[in-house]
């Protein structure tokens, strides 16, 4: 499943751009010489300022802004359609939006984190998989460290968070992959220095999120989007990748595998 892979002259879409880890991940692809970035976000007037100044920086075409909410199938759809009717074809997508809701705010959390990854997960295999006539691609999606150790703060969006990581190993699986050439990767980030995090002042979150990794300090969004960037370099489909306290993409997959195996084989009784 493993296949050498680079940027350029890739179309890549961007889920929840507009700022933090996305917009730090659309900067980065950029750089590396993708042909465009289109990324979509609710946030329409941090989307267009990003969009004219990446357009000033890297030229005609090379990103586009869609305002779009994941958690609305139709208008994720629409959004789509629009990348395919601009560059006729889409290679890498990241889904990045994601919410850290907390109290009655628990159904938007669940929509935006995990449906609307699941949305557009689904959306970009139909469009890249060569089963439908397309030409492969990547689809990443972001899980977190709180996927990987039980807490008991942040309940629904740590969860959410998981199910983002059971879903993309599963659909990365060679069962799904040998069909359509789409790469199903996932990462999961410790915590990074976000504006979620700097509004909810979340210091807890801070040190128990960063419980599997030497220190609790929150990474830059930088070394999260180059740990992205190596992920999609070198991730074969199903894998699953830690980043984490501002150090390169560390390959998990054989940890998670050993845990399942381990709960499979728990006692019927």
């Given at each position: 499943m493993s296949v050498p892979f680079d940027l350029k002259d890739k179309v890549c879409l961007v889920t929840g751009g507009a700022a933090g880890i996305g917009a730090a991940v659309v900067r980065t692809?950029?750089?590396?010489?993708?042909?465009?970035?289109?990324?979509?976000?609710?946030?329409?007037r941090?989307?267009?300022?990003?969009?004219?100044?990446?357009?000033?920086?890297?030229?005609?075409?090379?990103?586009?802004?869609?305002?779009?909410?994941?958690?609305?199938e139709e208008t994720l759809s629409d959004a789509f359609k629009q990348v395919l009717n601009k560059y006729t074809k889409l290679d890498v997508v990241?889904?990045?939006?994601?919410?850290?809701?907390?109290?009655?705010?628990?159904?938007?959390?669940?929509?935006?984190?995990?449906?609307?990854?699941?949305?557009?997960?689904?959306?970009?295999?139909?469009?890249?998989?060569?089963?439908?006539?397309g030409n492969g691609g990547t689809v990443l999606n972001i899980s977190s460290l709180l996927a990987l150790k039980q807490h008991p703060h942040l309940p629904v969006y740590a969860a959410t968070k998981t199910a983002v990581l059971y879903f993309s190993n599963a659909f990365g699986a060679e069962l799904h992959y040998s069909k359509t050439q789409v790469r199903v990767l996932t990462v999961c980030l410790g915590p990074t220095d976000t504006a979620i995090l700097q509004r909810l002042n979340l210091e807890h979150f801070?040190?128990?999120?960063?419980?599997?990794?030497?220190?609790?300090?929150?990474?830059?969004?930088?070394?999260?989007?180059?740990?992205?960037?190596?992920t999609i370099y070198k991730g074969t489909s199903g894998s699953t990748w830690m980043i984490a306290n501002d150090k390169p993409a560390v390959e998990i997959t054989h940890i998670i595998s050993k845990g399942f195996e381990t709960l499979s084989n728990l006692p019927k009784d």
């Open positions: 692809f950029l750089m590396e010489n993708a042909r465009a970035v289109v990324f979509l976000d609710v946030a329409e941090e989307g267009f300022t990003l969009e004219a100044e990446l357009l000033t920086r890297f030229g005609p075409l090379r990103a586009k802004f869609i305002k779009c909410d994941v958690s609305d990241v889904n990045s939006a994601a919410v850290l809701g907390t109290g009655q705010s628990f159904k938007r959390t669940i929509d935006i984190n995990f449906t609307g990854t699941v949305a557009s997960t689904m959306r970009a295999v139909e469009v890249m998989g060569k089963d439908n006539g801070n040190k128990d999120g960063a419980c599997l990794t030497p220190t609790p300090e929150r990474q830059k969004v930088e070394s999260a989007a180059t740990g992205i960037l190596e």
